[in-house]
């Protein structure tokens, strides 16, 4: 049975009458209510881990935007916390994780995870926005990529040099691995658990990939992700097919080898064409993006403009979901968010033949 979910549809590459949008961290600090929600919650961890806080910042920028999908609200990295990396947040200074996974010795600290025990505030959030969302918009889950896990795991936070990874990728490639391996199966597991759960859809976060060589990205994040795809449920609990989104940042270059990795869907940055990027797709996937997030911090006029330019360069074609090249910036005026929301759903609309003149 066909999803009648405009953001599923497109997903699978089936008509649209306009193109869905949706938009990464669609949830967050841009917004007054989601800050009244963290202030509430105490710190950013006990938001994730509160269900009904989590539910209710999952359902706030739907409220005000007419997004096509909502998005779990979680983080990253709450798949290494649960294998056993203490994770905290440090005002201005993002993550910590601490002790780092470094040597043969740390990777034994690790655990495989459970995740109706380990991460059950995150199947309890995917439940309770499911029940929220009454089937108005589907649900989108999602997990970071395991390359992308391992720098902050190996790193022991985020970094811009990522010495500690690529020591360890070019001189013990075989702990890597090791360590790849382990967030294979965890990430997997960590998704069909969502997919169990409710999740209509899937985003794997390859934040980090652009990072590296395309050598090493082929081997140390796109083969982790294409064995993630491989183990992930190919329908959900109501027998609807689930689609698998792989978003590698950083990454056009390696266009040919996302699109041959299993997924639906490959999400793009602003820093490739997509009208190429279809091209070179060839039918075989759908397309996510692309524009980039600081057209944002433009007039409405122009964020209209830009939307229509990126809507015809991709042309009247199935596989089309509209997004951000990233997610919204803490300081987005949620003025201009409505705006792009409106833009695309008028501009696609006649560019479907389904608006008016």
Known sequence: M????PFLRACLRLPVERTPIWIMRQAGRYLPEY???????????????????????????LRRFNLDAAILFSDILVVPEAMGVPLRFAT?????????IRSADDVKRLR?????????????AVGSIREALDD???????SGSPWTLATYMIEGGSSKTFPNIKGMLYDQPTLLDTILDRLVEAVADYLNAQI???????QIFDTWGGALSPKAYRAFSLEPMRRIVEKLKPTGPDGQRVPVILFSKGCGGMLEHLVASGCDVVGLDWTINIGEARKRANGAVALQGNMDPAVLYASPDRIREEARTLL??????PGHI???GHGISPDMNPDHVAALVDAVHSESARLHGNGSS
């Open 322 to 324: 509209f997004n951000l």
């Open 92 to 100: 201005g200074e993002g993550p910590i994780l601490e002790p780092p």
């Open 35 to 61: 800050r009244a929600s963290r202030g509430e919650a105490g710190d950013f961890l006990s938001l994730c881990r509160n269900t009904p806080l989590a539910t209710e910042v999952t359902m706030q920028p």
């Open 136 to 142: 108005k918009v589907p649900l989108i889950g999602f």
């Open 312 to 317: 015809e360069a991709y042309g009247p074609h």
């Open 2 to 5: 066909e999803p009648k979910h």
């Open 112 to 124: 495989r995870i459970e995740p109706e025990k380990d991460l059950d505030y995150v199947m309890n």
């Open 196 to 202: 169990d759960h409710g999740a209509q859809a899937v």
